[in-house]
């Protein structure tokens, strides 16, 4: 599988365990701490040629993921932002999906279930609502 991925987590060991997760899918992650470095960074790799999906947080020092979105969103409207949170049932996933989301990706699901659900979005299925 082939793809670049952009994660915006702040809480390291998950940026690890992502990571060493989805190292089986052979795509290119690239990851963010802040909202803030997440927006930028979507925009720097947008403009070297790569359209990363993007992983996002919800609940992130500085501005929230659902900001972070919104802003991806305004820069480039077919971007493709899921959320994988713990707060997945709370305004914060509300808000992040009314800012452009396609789906809300609960931390419940584990690192493998997270592993087949970006498998599938890679292979193109359609993923939305909360998951």
């Known amino acids: 599988m082939k793809g670049a991925m952009l994660v915006v987590e702040d809480e390291e060991p998950i940026q690890e365990l992502i990571q060493e997760y989805l190292k089986p899918l052979n795509i ?3 990851f963010a701490s802040t909202g803030e470095e ?3 960074m979507y925009k720097k790799l947008r403009k ?5 999906i993007v992983i996002m947080d919800l609940k992130l020092p500085g501005i929230s993921g659902a900001e972070a979105t919104k802003r991806i ?3 480039d409207k077919d ?3 899921y959320a994988f949170t713990a707060w997945f049932r709370t305004k914060l996933a509300e808000d992040a999906v009314k800012a452009g989301a396609k789906a809300v990706i ?3 699901v ?3 279930g997270f592993r087949n659900i970006v498998s599938d979005i890679f ?3 359609s993923i939305s609502g909360t998951i």
């Open 38 to 40: 997440g927006v930028e």
């Open 48 to 52: 070297q040629g790569i359209k990363p």
């Open 123 to 125: 292979a193109g299925r």
């Open 110 to 112: 584990g690192f493998d």
């Open 79 to 81: 971007a493709e932002i």
């Open 28 to 30: 290119e992650i690239y």
């Open 73 to 75: 969103k305004r820069f």
């Open 106 to 108: 609960g931390r419940y």
